[in-house]
Antibody
Framework: QVQLKESGPGLVQPSRTLSLTCTVS????????VSWVRQPPGKGLEWIAA???????DYNSALKSRLSISRDTSKSQVLLKMNSLQTEDTAMYFC????????WGPGTMVTVSS | DVVMTQTPPSLSVAIGQSVSISCKSS???????????LHWLLQSPGQSPKLLIY???NLGSGVPDRFSGTGSQKDFTLKISRVEAEDLGVYYC?????????FGAGTKLELK
């Protein structure tokens, strides 16, 4: 069955770079895209970036200068990097399948604090 | 960016009642292929969001037909007939027609 699972460091210091991994199973990254979405504590959802089945990428324009999304199809993994982290980047980070958001991972909490 | 305005922000309902949630976009959500990429998600407490309806009116896999979606262009509605306890949580609309994709602020459905 289709599954996605996020992994990350949990705690990141301000100004450092965040690296997150989404590991998928039950589908191929060459057939479906993957989006990253985040949710600050007690707040709503924000789309961050996506990588599509052909390898092209799209970013939230408000965050684009700080983001990089890539994939390793041999490992069924999508990687998200975000630099210059600030406290307002503290959030639950989810990966979801494609632009239909039909399957989601459980999320990984990222706290930005010194 | 496309602004998605959801109303009401919260709803208090009794089990068995029917409710509607509105989602309005600042631009038409009709894509160049003629399709409208407006979806509805439910985030139950402590859970990841779950897809309920895609492309305005198509039920997601395993979603009961108590849920229905209607609308076009910039004005969309999610209706829940005969609310059940498992329907409680926060409902979000999301547009995937224009980049960046954007979500509504959410509608919290609570028990009366």
């Amino acid at each position: 069955q289709v599954q996605l699972k996020e992994s990350g460091p949990g705690l990141v210091q301000p100004s450092r770079t965040l690296s997150l991994t989404c590991t998928v199973s039950g589908f191929s990254l060459t057939s479906y895209g993957v989006s990253w979405v985040r949710q600050p504590p007690g707040k709503g959802l924000e789309w961050i970036a996506a990588i599509w089945s052909g390898g092209s990428t799209d970013y939230n324009s408000a965050l684009k200068s700080r983001l990089s999304i890539s994939r390793d199809t041999s490992k069924s993994q999508v990687l998200l990097k975000m630099n210059s982290l600030q406290t307002e980047d503290t959030a639950m980070y989810f990966c979801a399948r494609g632009g239909y958001f039909d399957f989601w991972g459980p999320g990984t909490m990222v706290t930005v604090s010194s | 960016d496309v602004v998605m305005t959801q109303t009401p922000p919260s709803l208090s309902v009794a089990i068995g009642q029917s409710v509607s949630i509105s989602c309005k976009s600042s631009q038409s959500l009709v894509y160049s292929d003629g399709k409208t990429y407006l979806h509805w998600l439910l985030q139950s407490p402590g859970q990841s969001p779950k897809l309920l309806i895609y492309q305005v009116s198509n039920l997601g896999s395993g979603v009961p037909d108590r849920f229905s979606g209607t609308g076009s262009q910039k004005d969309f509605t999610l209706k829940i007939s005969r609310v059940e306890a498992e329907d409680l949580g926060v409902y979000y609309c999301v547009q995937a027609t224009h980049f960046p994709y954007t979500f509504g602020a959410g509608t919290k459905l609570e028990l009366k």
